[in-house]
């Protein structure tokens, strides 16, 4: 199975390690993610203004491409899959952004006339290939060094799950698919009552001190509930966590477990 797969450019960055592990723990379970050419930042956070159009035509150049191959778009990042799946809603919707946005991309070349991107791409978060298309049965059959002695807090953030009107990804309140991944790779999942609390990561340079107590609260609550690590798929959690956290629980990318339960090495 192949699928269309925008990184993001974190990815080539400072999260270098949950772009190589998911790609090597997708094609060991079946898929291939096939990069698209040409891709540009997403821009990290979706633009609110509803006169804007310049900050969302990177997100619709990436989702016209995967709609001309297949029709399917993965990302990991949480930031990239907020903004890419936000801007598709806009587009789909047909309102003034999106006439807007075709306008610009049929005048600078982009799009020929009568080619409009509307929204027909679908946007597919890397947890969502897991337990749709290969299956969580699937992925604990494949697992050759399960992870049994790890008590892991799933901790969702808040870009994964908001807008809820948009994102459709889980339950906002209480989701599952982050514990459904950590049982499958066969460790064991804490429940905490902040795993779905925003870390405070856009204002750490404003407000670093608010920020700071934010991330503590959630690693207390977390080790308070007995685990010993929380796992992520937003490349800024993961750094919040390492820079402004309490340093007893460690930030880790679920593709980084998941290869290491699949028997994945350098």
Same mark, same amino acid.
């Given at each position: ?18 772009? /190589? ?19 540009q ?7 609110? &203004? ?16 995967? /709609?001309?191959?297949?029709? /399917? ?33 049929? &005048? ?24 749709d298309?290969?299956?969580?049965? /699937? ?12 008590k892991l ?18 339950? =906002? ?6 514990e ?44 308070? &509930? ?8 937003? =490349? ?9 956290g309490?340093?007893r ?18």
């Amino acid at each position: 199975m192949k699928l269309s797969y925008y990184p993001g450019c974190t990815l080539r960055t400072q999260a270098k390690d949950l772009d /190589k592990w998911g790609r090597l723990s997708l094609e060991k379970l079946g898929v291939q993610l096939e990069e698209i050419e040409n891709w540009q930042c997403c821009g990290a956070v979706y633009p609110q &203004a509803t006169d804007e159009i310049a900050k969302k035509l990177s997100a619709i150049r990436a989702l016209d491409a995967a /709609k001309k191959n297949g029709g /399917k778009l993965v990302t990991l990042c949480s930031a990239c899959f907020n903004v890419l799946k936000r801007v598709n809603a806009d587009m789909k919707e047909g309102g003034d952004v999106a006439k807007r946005a075709n306008n610009y991309l049929v &005048a600078t070349g982009y799009l020929s006339g009568g080619d409009e991107y509307k929204g027909e791409t679908e946007v597919i978060h890397y947890l969502e290939v897991l337990r749709d298309y290969v299956g969580w049965d /699937k992925l604990k059959a494949a697992v050759v060094n399960p992870l049994k002695d790890m008590k892991l807090g799933a901790y969702y953030g808040c870009l994964l799950l908001r807008p809820n009107s948009v994102m459709r990804f889980d339950n =906002p309140e209480n989701p599952q698919i982050l514990e459904d991944f950590i049982r499958a790779i066969g460790a064991t999942p804490v429940s905490y009552a902040l795993r779905n609390e925003c870390c405070g990561n856009y204002v750490a340079l404003k407000t670093p001190d608010a920020v700071k107590a934010q991330v503590d609260k959630i690693e207390r609550n977390a080790e308070q &509930a007995g685990a010993t690590a929380l796992v992520t798929a937003c =490349p800024s959690c993961r750094y919040n966590l390492k820079v402004n956290g309490n340093g007893r629980l460690e930030g880790v990318y679920i593709t980084e477990l998941l290869a290491t339960a699949l028997g994945i090495k350098e």
